[in-house]
């Protein structure tokens, strides 16, 4: 029964390590994509200087939002050339989902306008 208790105390400890790993790896690629997000701002305002704002949003940017390995990063473009943005952010290692919300009322761009973050701001 001693033994029982003992790998499962190990057992207990060796997951408690691995989810501290996890997480810090988590941390890591966040901040890693966070930076990616900056890069692609400026080379998108350098390469299409119509572009007016460039918004970053999503579990990137928001940390009450659950992060993963498999997590991409969001931007929300006004202004400039899409199908040119969309050849430049592609290039990126990490996956990016990019939407243009150039004279867009709703309440999703709304949304994103108001929480999101300014990445011509911010460099």
Same mark, same amino acid.
């Given at each position: ?10 057992? /207990? ?18 901040? @890693? ?6 890069? =692609? /701002? /400026?080379?998108?305002? $350098?390469?299409?200087? @119509? ?7 999503? $579990? ?7 992060? %993963?390995? /498999? $997590? !991409? ?9 899409? &199908?040119?943005?969309? @050849?430049?952010?592609?290039? %990126? $290692? ?8 150039? !004279?867009?009322? !709703?309440? &999703?761009? %709304? =949304? ?12």
């Amino acid at each position: 029964m001693m033994k029982q208790q003992n790998s499962m105390h190990d057992f /207990a400890n060796r997951l408690k390590q691995g989810n501290y790993k996890y997480e810090m790896d988590m941390l890591i690629r966040r901040k @890693e994509a966070k930076a990616e997000a900056k890069r =692609l /701002a /400026a080379l998108l305002r $350098s390469k299409i200087p @119509e572009i007016t704002q460039i918004w970053g949003f999503g $579990s990137v940017f928001e940390r009450d939002r659950p992060f %993963s390995i /498999a $997590s !991409d990063i969001d931007l929300a473009l006004e202004g400039g050339d899409y &199908f040119t943005a969309f @050849e430049i952010v592609n290039s %990126s $290692s990490f996956k990016v989902d990019l939407i243009d919300i150039t !004279d867009k009322n !709703d309440r &999703f761009a %709304s =949304l994103i306008r108001k929480h999101g973050i300014n990445l011509l701001i911010e460099n």
